[in-house]
């Protein structure tokens, strides 16, 4: 047995963050006919978000969730957890998508940030939130590079940054890797994604909301006033539907021919000793990404354990649901790279391995798809990047399907639409030699970067 495999031995295939006994029992499932003057499908960030907003807004109104499975057992309860203001994936990545309304994107991102944290304030949710930043660490060719541009953009936009040179950041969090880093010391952090997702469940059903947990939609008629959408043991009827359903692509065939669902592995450690986390540092806790094109994430939380994330998987269809995924041998080459980033903590067990399915768009960030002349909305294709831009996600979807007038619906992130992706076989092929790729273009060039370019210029931004 490999050493990478011994550190693997003793994981259970399950998120660390739903492996908690603070889990909330289900809520019972749908049966028979029910009426609601909202529905939405997909128990998630974006369905939880959007049902507590709804109801802020308006408590009469009738707002209904139904989730195939347990809230918050999608992306949501998996993440890195890294808490971040952009509501587009970043600044950079706002800056390439949509650069005229890049102000507007940073105003909307704030406010987003505020109303975040206050309900999670004034519901008072303990979900291990730290203000600790998120760093950008720079490893190999043109990492720094990208950095200073980053750098320079967030200062534009009045971030409170600090690039930090190799030894700067080595002091920061000690890795062999990181040759620079761009320090966002306010406004994100890192929170814990399943007691956030277990306190919005709360919050929402507190307000009245109505949840179904274990009643996936089946079905779907359209009766010109009304959806209805059948599940197995029941029917739901609503004027207005939002399909908060990620990568998922449940709701209209169409959705996912601009969504490709892709799966990213995760790993969490055992909780680290005093000593061992002298060997890293890391004292100040911040989320870090870093600038590779296959790139890793990585956070500690709250009782001290390594969070280490990215390497991610397509499967035939957008399968949401891949048996490798269940299989410990699929998280070696991601073990692998944890201990190349920090080769002094060879020591360290995982305790927990698991994917989680990514709603990946040509635009990396939320749009929204508009379906049955209006009654029906799909928000979602936050491509990695939802934690706090799910939030965004509800309260733009709900604007659109109530056909509210707010005038950020006109600018082009609410009325535009990411490119098409091919279909399948296509889709397959080019994931599969895209992902072969990724996994050593840094370091070996060559075709795997001839092939990289091309799909860049095709609109994904790899
Ligand atoms: C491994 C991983 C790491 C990530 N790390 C970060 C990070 O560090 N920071 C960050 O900002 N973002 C991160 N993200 C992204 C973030 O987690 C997601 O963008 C966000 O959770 C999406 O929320 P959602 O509600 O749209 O989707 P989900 O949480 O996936 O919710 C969708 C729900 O719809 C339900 N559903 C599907 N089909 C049906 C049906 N037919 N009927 C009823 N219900 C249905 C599903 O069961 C699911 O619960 C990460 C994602 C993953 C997977």
New binding site residues.
């Given amino acids: 047995m490999t050493a990478t495999r011994r550190s693997l031995a003793d994981a259970t295939l399950y998120p660390f963050w739903l492996d908690n006994p603070l889990a909330p029992s289900s809520e019972a499932h749908l049966v028979g006919q029910a009426d609601a003057d909202l529905l939405i499908?997909?128990?998630?960030?974006?369905?939880?978000w959007a049902s507590i907003l709804a109801k802020q807004a308006n408590p009469g109104r009738d707002v209904a969730i139904?989730?195939?499975?347990k809230?918050?057992?999608?992306?949501?309860?998996?993440?890195?957890?890294?808490?971040?203001t952009s509501v587009m994936h970043g600044l950079s990545n706002a800056n390439r998508i949509f650069p005229k309304d890049l102000p507007a994107l940073e105003r909307l991102g704030k406010a987003n940030l505020d109303g975040w944290t206050k309900t999670i304030e004034d519901y008072a949710i303990d979900a291990d939130l730290e203000w600790s930043g998120e760093m950008t660490v720079a490893i190999g060719h043109g990492g720094m590079d990208e950095l200073r541009e980053e750098f320079e953009l967030a200062k534009r936009y009045g971030h409170n940054v600090v690039l930090l040179d190799r030894e700067k950041t080595q002091a920061e969090v000690a890795s062999p890797l990181f040759d620079g880093g761009m320090w966002s010391k306010e406004r994100s952090g890192i929170v814990h994604?399943a007691k956030l997702a277990w306190g919005l469940k709360r919050v929402a059903l507190s307000l009245g909301v109505r949840i179904y947990e274990h009643?996936?939609?089946?079905g779907l008629e359209d009766n010109g006033g009304t959806l209805t959408i059948v599940t197995h043991d029941g029917r739901i009827k609503a004027p207005k539907v939002l399909f908060?359903?990620?990568?998922?692509n449940?709701g209209h065939k169409d959705i996912k021919k601009r969504i490709v669902s892709v799966r990213?592995?995760?790993l969490a450690t055992e909780p680290l000793t005093q000593e061992q986390l002298s060997r890293l540092g890391w004292k100040n806790r911040q989320?870090i990404y870093d600038t590779r094109t296959q790139l890793n994430?990585m956070r500690l939380t709250h009782d001290n354990r390594i969070i280490f994330?990215g390497r991610v998987g397509y499967f035939f269809n957008n399968n949401t649901d891949p048996a490798q995924d269940r299989k410990i041998e699929t998280y070696d080459r991601l073990a692998g790279y944890f201990f190349n980033t920090f080769p002094q903590l060879g020591d360290v067990k995982f305790t927990h391995a698991w994917?989680?399915?990514?709603?990946l768009t040509m635009r990396l960030a939320v749009h929204f798809q508009r379906y049955y002349g209006g009654k029906g909305i799909y928000a979602?294709g936050?491509s990695?990047?939802?934690?706090?831009?799910?939030r965004f996600?509800a309260s733009i979807g709900l604007d659109i399907l109530d056909g509210k007038a707010n005038p950020d619906l006109d600018l082009d992130f609410a009325r535009t639409l990411p490119n098409w992706i091919p279909p399948e076989p296509f889709r397959w092929i080019g994931a599969k030699t895209t992902m072969y790729a990724l996994d050593e273009v840094d370091q070996k060039g060559g075709w795997r970067k001839l092939w990289i370019s091309m799909v860049h210029k095709m609109g994904f931004p790899l």
């Fill in positions: 499908v997909g128990g998630g960030f974006t369905g939880l139904i989730e195939a499975g809230v918050g057992h999608g992306a949501s309860g998996r993440p890195g957890g890294i808490v971040s994604p009643t996936p939609m089946t908060a359903t990620n990568a998922w449940a990213d592995r995760v989320g994430y994330g994917s989680g399915p990514i709603d979602g936050y990695g990047f939802g934690v706090t831009a799910t996600g």
